[in-house]
């Protein structure tokens, strides 16, 4: 017997809940985490991306990550 | 630097700007809007505990959104954070990583915290743990000690900051008679601070709480924006400014910092673990009930996560940074001190932000706009410190009220009797941080409010030992009553031994192994990640072996709170 759309829409939610909450620990650990060691040296030379210095470059991207999880969590999860 | 040499050749300029009555009449405005808005609540209210604490349950999104922002963030959005960067240059603007994960804890959280006060007339954080855990007082009592251990030193340290903060608006200002005595300057704002605080908490509760919450709220957003603007604008404009910032020496541009204080692995755990525990302290707790619908929440969730670090990141963390180009700290006999401009001593550098806009922001928009922009961020700044304090000061007179006064002491008393226990606690509480911080400026040496300070710093991280117990009653329902009550012990007990308190009561000499290894592990990680740690593994190991909340109750429990 097939397993009912209820069975099913809980299935994916369950699944995008894991994707989502595995994202956001990602972009937790590369933005203020471990990941820094990443983008360290260069910053420590002075080095900038886009205008930016390296950091604070980097502390801007990973911020977007982090607000573009909250807000698909908020479309698809929060009902 | 060329910046520098130029700000040199204004110096005069800067001396001639006088902020003149102008930091007096926003002062005086903004209290009589505080005071009106503590008075329309009270007429807006009915005498029962729940419209006290919770203004009914029924709060929508602007107020649901402005008052957990202005709640999170006290003096130290305006002065510790930029304090910090300012001294250490840019790791630490990643402090505001932490925020997207805040606001989506206001959802995930909020929205099962506020569905089970719907159904089972919850109010505070022990009345929902306690009671799923089989309403252990133990439980109920540890529950409410880690509330108070959080709230208690942010109230006395916000009180105390509005003293700073008075003798940085009325510079020229060494004293005031009143009732026929000399005042100083520190002890009105001290006073002016707390008791215009306490009374529009006593007389409108949670609704004056909130909507004062809502008018700070803006100020604080806008006073950040306008900040970083200013600094921005007083370096010629972005891409001088970024310019600028990326000559800095390379310990400001990169890791661990200035100072050696930041790691990477410090960094993390200070987004992780000091974002929840500031979400679930008492006062927080409190504000998911009292919203509208979990769709208030939802809302308020994003207004948050996009919001607020935004205003960090673009607004008041430029400020610091720009700064540390205007203003670089020196290096006096090994010691790092800020900037002559900014202060001479090593814990003046959270006057970054006064300093630097009290001098520059007159200049760019000239002397009369800018002494009331001055003014304003200002008083954006002391409304950070009210916003803190009056939601602790009500989340202490819940906790105390609910959990410790109707539980144990008046089990039948009535509504009418919880209110004005909860107004006598306020009361007690603001005058009690008031004489600590009088006699704290009167006398250095003063203990209990060297201690207080101490404890500060570790709040969040007792707060924080209430995580393992709200995450395994809302989401995992595996752990037991015994095992929440040891996990809290051992967490609460692990932070302690990371304050002065260990060394104070068995003396240096038996502590100094146990003080280097805690100073190291300070320096790696959040101090409440260590204590969270110690404190799930014993929750985990001990709920293995005793028994576990009856599975009746576990389900009614998880059906309230699916309930749509």
């Known amino acids: 017997m097939d397993p009912s759309p209820n069975v099913i829409e809980l299935k994916r939610k369950s699944r995008l809940v894991r994707i989502l909450g595995a994202a956001f620990l990602f972009a937790l650990i590369m933005g203020p985490g471990p990941g820094l060691y990443l983008i360290n040296e260069y910053a420590k030379s002075g080095g900038s991306i886009f205008g930016l210095p390296a950091l604070y470059a980097w502390c801007l991207f990973w911020f977007g990550i982090e607000v573009a999880i909250v807000l698909i969590a908020a479309k698809t999860l929060w009902k | ?564």
Not at chain 2, 181 to 195: D, H, K, Q, R, T
Request: hydrophobic share 55%; with cysteine; net charge negative.
């Open chain 2, 1 to 564: 630097m060329e910046v520098v040499v130029e700000m040199l050749d204004i110096d005069s300029l800067i001396a001639s700007i006088d902020m003149g009555d102008t930091p007096l009449v926003i002062l005086g405005l903004y209290m009589v809007m505080l005071f009106s808005f503590g008075v329309i609540a009270y007429l807006r209210s009915n005498s029962s505990e729940e419209d006290f604490y919770l203004a009914g349950r029924s709060q929508g999104v602007l107020v649901t959104a402005l008052t957990i922002m202005a709640t999170m963030f006290s003096s130290a959005a305006m002065l510790g954070i930029p304090g910090l960067i300012y001294r250490d240059g840019l790791p630490f603007v990643f402090f505001a990583l932490n925020l997207p994960l805040s606001g989506a804890a206001i959802y995930v959280i909020g929205s099962r915290v506020w569905r089970l006060g719907q159904k089972r007339g919850y109010m505070t954080p022990a009345d929902l743990i306690a009671d799923y855990y089989g309403g252990s007082s133990l439980l109920r009592c540890l529950i409410a000690l880690t509330g108070v251990l959080y709230v208690i030193p942010y109230i006395v340290m916000q009180i105390k900051a509005g003293g700073y903060l008075a003798q940085r608006m009325f510079p020229d200002t060494e004293t005031i008679t009143l009732f026929g005595g000399n005042l100083a300057i520190f002890e009105v704002g001290v006073m002016v601070l707390s008791i215009m605080t306490m009374l529009y908490v006593l007389i409108g509760g949670m609704r004056s709480v909130a909507w004062t919450d809502v008018a700070q709220g803006f100020l604080i957003l806008s006073g950040m924006i306008i900040a970083g603007l200013a600094t921005v604008m007083a370096l010629g404009g972005p891409r001088s400014f970024f310019q600028e910032v990326s000559a800095l020496p390379s310990e400001a541009l990169s890791l661990p910092g200035a100072s050696g204080s930041w790691s990477p692995w410090k960094l993390m755990t200070i987004c992780m673990f000091a974002s929840l525990a500031t979400m679930i302290q008492p006062g927080q707790w409190i504000r998911y009930y009292s919203a509208r619908s979990t769709e208030t929440l939802k809302r308020s969730a994003l207004i948050f996560a996009i919001l607020l670090p935004s205003c960090f990141l673009f607004g008041v963390m430029l400020v610091a940074i720009g700064a540390r180009v205007i203003y670089p700290p020196v290096i006096e006999s090994g010691v790092m001190l800020p900037h002559l401009a900014i202060g001479t001593q090593s814990d003046e550098f959270d006057q970054v932000v006064i300093a630097l806009l009290q001098e520059h922001i007159p200049l760019l928009l000239g002397p009369a706009v800018g002494v009331v922009i001055v003014s304003i961020i200002l008083v954006a700044i002391m409304a950070a410190s009210m916003s803190t304090a009056d939601s602790n000061l009500h989340a202490l007179s819940a906790v105390l009220t609910r959990d410790i006064y109707n539980k144990f002491l008046r089990p039948k008393a009535s509504e009418r009797e919880k209110t004005w226990f909860g107004r006598a606690v306020i009361i007690v509480a603001t005058l009690l941080a008031l004489w600590l911080v009088m006699q704290g400026e009167s006398n250095p040496d003063f203990e209990p409010l060297a201690l207080i300070a101490q404890l500060m710093f570790v709040a969040m991280a007792f707060s924080c030992q209430l995580l393992p117990l709200a995450i395994d009653a809302l989401f995992i329902r595996k752990g037991t009553q015994t095992g929440a009550i040891c996990g809290i012990i051992a967490g609460v007990g692990t932070v302690f031994l990371f304050t002065p308190f260990p060394a104070l009561i068995f003396g240096d000499g038996s502590f100094s192994s146990l003080a280097q290894l805690t100073s190291t592990l300070s320096g790696l990680f959040d101090i409440g990640f260590c204590g969270f740690l110690v404190n799930i593994i014993v929750f985990a190991l001990v709920s293995l072996f005793t028994s576990a909340p009856s599975t009746d109750a576990v389900a009614a429990f998880e059906s309230d709170m699916n309930a749509p």
